[in-house]
């Protein structure tokens, strides 16, 4: 007969047994837009897309920001490059997203025209709107900022009208940043500066206001499942 050995009781393995670890969501989201976007004016070179990754940061996911900001882009510019340059980067993850942030060029105005008509504009972000919805990414859209030129800040809160219409229509969250006008580090940053970008403090400003609806944004992309939003993807990477 042969003895048995008891074994102690290891209480951590009986925890582990019952609980389920779940591991977050590896969220990929690709951030388009103008010189704003790239934080230009920014000595940190944060500008408000890095202070709201880092506001973003969340047990819930794990989230990587692409900052796709050129200088003195147009919607008209970014429509034609946006596709490709999401695909080259979402193309592994869990969870997908695109964020669109961009106007004030198209309102500016060269030998008395627009650079580019309200309605076009509107019809490009509609179109990309779209186009992102049928590859499976979520969408998210912040208006353009005030700058020193209160003319040119008009037509922009003017646009800025039209373009949270057009996302209500699709169901897509907009961040109207007008308030900024208003803002005293804000205009005193921009005053400061070459009158159109404000440095880190200005930069925080916007980011402020535009941090708590994307933290509510990803939070609902991370609790959706994979299914409804990832197009077909042939591995992970690290």
């Known amino acids: 007969m042969h003895a048995r050995v008891a074994t102690p009781p290891r209480p951590e393995l009986e925890r582990l047994s019952r609980d389920v670890v779940i591991a977050s969501p590896d969220v990929r989201v690709c951030v388009f837009g103008d010189s704003f976007t790239a934080g230009v004016g920014d000595r940190t070179g944060a500008g408000w897309v890095g202070q709201v990754t880092a506001a973003a940061q969340d047990p819930r996911w794990s989230l990587t920001a692409y900052n796709l900001g050129v200088r003195r882009d147009t919607s008209v510019d970014i429509a034609r490059r946006w596709s490709g340059e999401a695909r080259s980067r979402l193309k592994d993850g869990d ?4 964020v669109l942030a961009f106007g004030t060029n198209d309102v500016d105005e ?10 076009r504009t509107l019809d ?5 709107l ?8 979520a969408s998210l859209v912040v208006g353009p900022p005030p700058v020193l030129d209160t003319a040119l800040s008009a037509r922009a809160g003017a646009l800025a009208v039209g373009m949270a219409a057009t996302c209500a229509h699709r169901d897509v969250r907009f961040v109207d940043v007008g308030a900024l006008a208003e803002d005293a580090v804000w205009v005193a940053e921009v005053s400061a500066g070459d009158a159109f970008h404000p440095s880190t403090a200005g930069y925080g400003r916007l980011a402020a206001i535009v941090a708590p609806v994307v933290t509510d944004w990803l939070a609902e992309l991370a609790s959706r499942e994979a299914a409804q939003w990832s197009p077909a993807r042939n591995g992970r990477d690290r």
Do not use: K
């Open 95 to 98: 969870r997908f997203g695109i």
């Open 110 to 119: 060269q030998e008395g025209r627009r650079r580019v008509p309200r309605e």
């Open 124 to 128: 490009l972000l509609g179109q990309m």
């Open 130 to 137: 779209n186009d992102a919805h049928t590859a499976g990414w």
